[in-house]
C-alpha cells in the first residue's frame, strides 16, 4: 500500500494548520523576526571595517514593508511574515569583489578602454571578494530552523492543551 500526498500550495497549508492550531503562524513570524535580528547582527559583526558604516546598515525588517528593495539569494514569497535583511547597496561589491575595470570618462567604450590603457591612468585594479554575508547565513541556517520548528510545535503544542 502506497501512501499519497496532495500538494495544495502554501495557502491552503496555511489555512489548515490554522484551523488546527491558530496560534502557530503568531509565533513563527515572532520566530522568524527574532532569526532576521540575530542574523543580521552576526552578519555585521563579520562585515569588513572601514568606518563602520556599512557594518551599521544592516537591519531586519519584513519583506512586505520593503516591496521597492531587489531580492538576491530568494524568490519572491507570498509570506506576510517573511523577513529579509537589508543593507547598504555596496554588500555586493565586497560579498562577491569587482574586477579591474576603467574609470575615465568614456572608459567602458573600446576607445576610452585604448586611451585608458595608453595613459595608464584610470584603472582599477578591482577588489577580492570579501564574503560576510552567505558564509554566515549557511552558518546559521540550521540553528534557525531549529527555532522555526520549536515555535511552530510550540503553537500545536497549545493548541492541543499540552502546555
Not at 552576526?42 to 531587489?70: C, H, M, W
Not at 530568494?74 to 561589491?93: C, E, L, M, N, Q
Amino acid at each position: 500500500m502506497a501512501i499519497t500526498a496532495d500538494l495544495k500550495g502554501r495557502e491552503a497549508l496555511m489555512r489548515r494548520l490554522n484551523q488546527l492550531a491558530p496560534n502557530v503562524e503568531k509565533y513563527a513570524a515572532e520566530a522568524k523576526m527574532e532569526i532576521g535580528k540575530d542574523a543580521a547582527k552576526q552578519i555585521a559583526a563579520n562585515a569588513p571595517r572601514d568606518t563602520g558604516d556599512y557594518a551599521d546598515s544592516f537591519k531586519a525588517e519584513l519583506v512586505s514593508a520593503n516591496p521597492d528593495k531587489a531580492t538576491v539569494g530568494i524568490s519572491v514569497t507570498k509570506d506576510p511574515s517573511a523577513v529579509g535583511i537589508y543593507a547598504s547597496y555596496i554588500f555586493r561589491f565586497l560579498e562577491f569583489g569587482t574586477a579591474p575595470h576603467s574609470t575615465v570618462k568614456g572608459g567602458g567604450t573600446v576607445l576610452g578602454k585604448k586611451t585608458a590603457a595608453a595613459s595608464g591612468a584610470g584603472i582599477h585594479p578591482g577588489t577580492p571578494a570579501q564574503a560576510h554575508i552567505f558564509p554566515t547565513w549557511r552558518s546559521l541556517k540550521k540553528k534557525a530552523r531549529k527555532r522555526l520548528l520549536a515555535a511552530v510545535n510550540k503553537g500545536v503544542r497549545e493548541a492541543m492543551g499540552k502546555t
